[in-house]
């Protein structure tokens, strides 16, 4: 099917790329059905981009690439919500706040999207009481310099 997106113009997407979020994500509960689209050349970054709005478009990657420390349990109804059998089935991925200067870009560490690979089901996560924000520097290295 063809979408259009907010960074790559129409794009043709298969069916059996389209994540569905069943309660959709916060801020956008109307909002149900996504794609991952490749943003970088290097795949470091992507787009989670709506299958409907063609201006809904996060950017998005995977935290454990940028804080090798980040860990977090899912809840039990989060589990089985995604239909979760095994952790290979699951993708992980931060939201990012792009800055203007890319070195002082964002993630929000404090709300994953967490994806069943398999099965297709996505959901963004709101961790409680944890010690992770919704703006965590993504290059700690360039800021400091």
Do not use: C, W
Request: proline share 5%; charged share 25%.
């Amino acid at each position: 099917m063809k979408i259009e997106t907010k960074y790559h113009g129409v794009l043709e997407v298969s069916e059996q790329d389209v994540v569905t979020f069943p309660n959709g994500i916060p801020g956008f509960n109307e909002e149900k059905q996504f794609t991952v689209i490749p943003f970088s050349e290097d795949g470091e970054f992507q787009i989670l981009q709506s299958v409907s709005t063609p201006e809904l478009g996060f950017v998005v990657t995977n935290p454990f690439a940028f804080f090798s420390d980040y860990d977090f349990k899912l809840e039990e109804q989060t589990v089985e919500a995604l239909e979760l059998n095994a952790p290979e089935d699951v993708e992980v991925f931060t939201v990012l706040t792009v800055q203007e200067t890319f070195t002082r870009t964002t993630a929000n560490l404090q709300a994953p999207v967490v994806i069943n690979r398999k099965k297709k089901l996505g959901k963004q996560v709101i961790l409680t009481g944890s010690s992770y924000l919704t703006k965590h520097k993504l290059f700690q290295e360039a800021e400091s310099k």
